[in-house]
């Protein structure tokens, strides 16, 4: 590779930019998921000791070197522990349909098939959710996109049914055996319902939420879904995406958000 310019005894190539680039995007991407959490201190801990670690190794002192690189080589495997969580969602990150669309122009060769995707019964959702939210009847609706949510859906009640206001309504009908639970919706189907959810650890969530805003917020950290909440003492909607909740949505603006989010699914 040809050199593209010499500092002093250094040679730079096209390869070493490159490469500097990307580690730079890639530590950028991943501090800004893990800002604003406990994570980013040990983060910086961790990339202080491995820059002093490079330092000793350019001086040559071998003994202190050594060490550190045993404490880096043996902390590589700590850190998949300790991050599991962030890295699971800086690795969901890279493979959203928003990030592919956002970067599509720089990366040609990567593409993404939402397109192809069954149109989404958008109103059908909407109208269910404003009828629940009149007569205050509890629900929690979750709307799969790339993630399906297999690891959930398999701890409901397979339905695999068409999407209506009126099931929705029923399912969550408090006399109804399969309202406990979430619903998951796939590939506009009603996939299954009863299903169980993590519920979230996010110490910033108010301490008043229930556990079926909880577990909005948990299945939109792990995933890519989108996750609709209608509280059973208020009739007040909720959405929960990426791990942030948007509290007291009126229903007109359900449909807006969802046509927005699924432009590219609408019946």
Request: glycine share 6%; proline share 3%; net charge neutral.
């Amino acid at each position: 590779m040809i050199e593209l310019f010499t500092i002093a005894f250094l040679g730079i190539r096209f390869l070493d930019v490159l490469d500097i680039l990307l580690v730079a995007f890639l530590l950028f991407e991943l501090y800004n998921i893990l800002k604003g959490t406990v994570a980013i201190n040990i983060f910086i801990g961790i990339l202080a000791i491995f820059l002093i670690w490079k330092i000793v190794d350019a001086l040559e002192m071998e003994l202190l070197s050594q060490i550190l690189g045993a404490f880096i080589s043996v902390g590589f495997i700590a850190l998949i522990v300790v991050f599991q969580p962030e890295i699971r969602k800086f690795l969901l990150f890279l493979g959203t349909p928003k990030f592919i669309q956002k970067y599509n122009r720089h990366f040609l060769f990567w593409k993404t098939h939402s397109s192809e995707l069954p149109e989404l019964n958008v109103d059908g959702i909407t109208l269910a959710c404003q009828k629940m939210a009149d007569s205050k009847t509890g629900a929690l609706i979750v709307i799969a996109r790339l993630n399906e949510l297999q690891q959930y859906t398999e701890t409901g009640d397979i339905l695999d049914a068409k999407i209506s206001n009126l099931l929705l309504e029923n399912i969550f009908f408090k006399n109804s055996p399969l309202h406990d639970g979430a619903v998951i919706i796939l590939e506009n189907r009603i996939k299954a319902a009863r299903c169980i959810l993590p519920v979230s650890s996010n110490k910033k969530l108010p301490d008043n939420l229930g556990l079926r805003h909880r577990a909005a917020v948990g299945v939109s950290e792990q995933s890519d879904s989108i996750a609709i909440v209608v509280s059973e003492q208020t009739g007040k909607i909720s959405l929960a995406k990426a791990g942030i909740l948007i509290p007291n949505i009126e229903p007109s603006k359900i449909k807006t958000f969802l046509e927005k989010e699924f432009e590219n699914q609408l019946a």
